[in-house]
């Protein structure tokens, strides 16, 4: 399906072109579909198309040699699916990329976007927000329990889809969620029931955050990232100091400082002590402060 100069505007990635950019953009630009369950691409198949998605969701995972897959990414509305493709300079794709659900894919032929040299500075600033994001996620796994990471996991789906933490369904399939966290899927079904003890309950796909203030101690309150956290950011706003909606004035100016200061969290006590992922058994996880 042919795409238009007008949908080009739209995407944050060709915002920066002129009007004679896009037009040339969009000359040589589709759009497909692609259903449930299908590839949009193989591991090993000729790179030859950038890929944006315009609605669904993609998974990008290899396969081990025993066939087991690591999800990298699960991608959504407007990102972009193999942006690194373009300035790696790879003849072919070194991952998969399958449609969680029916999506339509913006496809674009990656020679072009290698050449429009007016694209480049909005490249390389998606390609370091990505970057940042995985460094963040392996400070993480140095840092925190398999209950820790699975409590922050269901935090940034809760607030990344928009849902209401006092109960949702999980987007995924709990296997994806599992693949995308490299927890193997019995692992992570026991780590679901163990977080009933810090304040999150899971029946099937239905998840509630019962106590958030406990959720904030025993996962955001061990994590090295957590100061500059947006995904605690929109907690906040669901933990006590909230009536009908409103924050109190002392929440109010709590959130205030805590904005100011890069919302950094209060001292708080220890929560309950679990071993790093990762860890050498008998130490502990670090204190709060």
């Known amino acids: 399906m042919p795409v238009s100069a007008e949908i080009l505007k739209s995407v944050p990635l060709f915002a920066s072109l ?3 950019q896009r037009t040339q953009v969009s000359a040589v630009a589709d759009e497909i579909t692609v259903a449930h369950g299908a590839y949009l691409y193989r591991y090993g198949d000729s790179l030859d198309h950038f890929h944006i998605i315009r609605h669904g969701t993609i998974q990008v995972f290899r396969a081990t040699p025993a066939g087991q897959e690591v999800t990298s990414d ?3 509305i407007g990102d972009c699916i193999n942006i690194d493709d373009i300035v790696t300079r790879r003849h072919t794709h070194n991952a998969n990329a399958r449609a969680i659900d029916g999506a339509r894919i913006l496809r674009l032929p990656i020679a072009l976007l290698r ?3 007016d694209l480049m500075p909005r490249i390389l600033s998606v390609l370091t927000e990505r970057l940042d994001g995985r460094r963040r996620e392996a ?4 840092t925190l329990s398999s209950a820790q990471i699975v409590a922050c996991e269901l935090q940034q789906l809760c607030a990344t889809h928009q849902l209401d933490p006092a109960g949702f369904e999980l987007p995924y399939a709990k296997a994806l969620i599992a693949s995308r966290l490299h927890i193997e899927p019995e692992t992570f079904s026991r780590t679901l029931k163990r977080l009933r003890s810090y304040g999150i309950t899971v029946h099937g796909s239905q998840v509630h955050f019962t106590d958030l203030e406990t959720v904030d101690r025993f996962a955001c309150g061990h994590c090295p990232v957590a100061d500059d956290c ?3 950011h929109v907690f906040s706003r669901h933990r006590p100091g909230i009536t009908n909606g ?6 109010r100016l709590l959130a205030v400082k805590e904005a100011h200061d890069g919302y950094a969290p209060q001292a708080r006590g220890p929560a309950a002590a679990e071993p790093h992922a990762g860890s050498r058994p008998g130490v502990p996880a670090p204190a709060d402060g």
């Open 18 to 20: 002129n009007a004679s």
């Open 74 to 76: 699960i991608l959504g």
């Open 115 to 117: 050449t429009t040299h």
């Open 139 to 142: 400070e993480q796994r140095a």
């Open 230 to 232: 947006a995904t605690r």
């Open 246 to 251: 409103v924050l109190t004035e002392k929440s």
